[in-house]
């Protein structure tokens, strides 16, 4: 299971796949099912003898997901201005088992060295895979991967709550985050 909720609330059901098969597959639309119910369709890549691909389920809407930011605070520290920000994700399940979710969110990324983007505590702690820390984490992506209790909702939704801190010139000025 796979959420990003800074593009929207929506939890998919994903399965890392591996073509065993002795032909290649070739690219085109899949048609999704789990089951005999239909879940939707996908872009299929080439996808080689023995690669390893990733292919898509549809939405569970037994998993719900809110972002929030809870804070926003402005100071000033030397000639620097110091925004931060508080955010908190909660996951709420539906289910009636236990899941593993992966979380995603981001931090803003300076065009230029001019504005310094430092991520402060998260709880839980981010996730410690390889390859993320390698090619996602260095560019400001945020992974959790969490475990979900069955029937988890209202106070008893999973919190994952971070903050960062922006520092940047004084005479520059933030009007809002641009998604690319």
């Known amino acids: 299971y796979k959420t990003v909720p800074v593009l929207n609330t929506n939890v998919y059901r994903l399965a890392d ?47 719900q997901v809110q972002r929030q930011m809870v804070d926003q605070t402005r100071s000033t520290a030397g000639g620097n201005q110091v925004l931060k920000y508080d955010y908190r994700i909660l996951v709420s399940s ?25 991520l402060g505590k998260t709880t839980p702690e981010l996730c410690t895979d390889g390859l993320y820390l390698r090619e996602s984490r260095v560019n400001n992506l945020l992974r959790w991967d969490i475990n979900v209790p069955a029937n988890v909702s209202g106070e008893k939704a999973i919190a994952i709550n971070y903050d960062f801190r922006m520092e940047l010139d004084r005479q520059l000025a933030i009007t809002g985050f641009q998604s690319r």
Request: glycine share 10%; net charge negative.
């Open 17 to 63: 796949l591996c073509n065993k098969s002795e032909h290649v597959l070739l690219p085109g639309e899949a048609t999704m099912y789990q089951g005999t119910d239909f879940v939707g369709r996908m872009p299929m890549p080439l996808v080689a003898v023995n690669e390893e691909f990733t292919a898509g389920f549809g939405v569970d809407t037994q998993l």
């Open 94 to 118: 539906f289910k009636s088992e236990k899941i593993v979710l992966q979380v995603w969110d981001r931090l803003p990324k300076g065009e230029t060295e001019s504005v310094g983007v430092i």
